[in-house]
């Protein structure tokens, strides 16, 4: 089955909610949950930088990280927006069995 966790930052709470509802229309995840106010600091273009971000966290399965990945960086406002799939390793395994049947095969 292959289960992950995706964590993906955004500007806003808008932008949260336009890349999920992207990635849930097109069914490459099972749901989605939204995050507001979380401070982040990292280097851009060789200084650090201080942002407010919005974390979006998707569940799916791995087989479809590439098409998660490349429906937000179309929908995504960053020049490199951040994916990161994490495996799933135990968890309710009738949530993960709903995650499996709420998502297409690839």
Request: with cysteine; aromatic share 8%.
């Amino acid at each position: 089955m292959d289960s992950i966790f995706i964590y993906i930052t955004c500007k806003d709470k808008q932008e949260a909610l336009d890349v999920g509802k992207a990635l849930l229309s097109k069914k490459l995840v099972a749901c989605i949950n939204i995050i507001e106010g979380m401070t982040s600091a990292y280097w851009w273009e060789g200084e650090i930088v201080e942002d407010t971000e919005t974390i979006l966290i998707a569940k799916s399965k791995s087989n479809l990280i590439d098409s998660i990945t490349e429906t937000v960086k179309t929908e995504h406002s960053y020049d490199i927006p951040c994916v990161i799939g994490l495996p799933i390793q135990s968890g309710n395994q009738a949530y993960l069995n709903w995650i499996s049947e709420s998502v297409d095969a690839a």
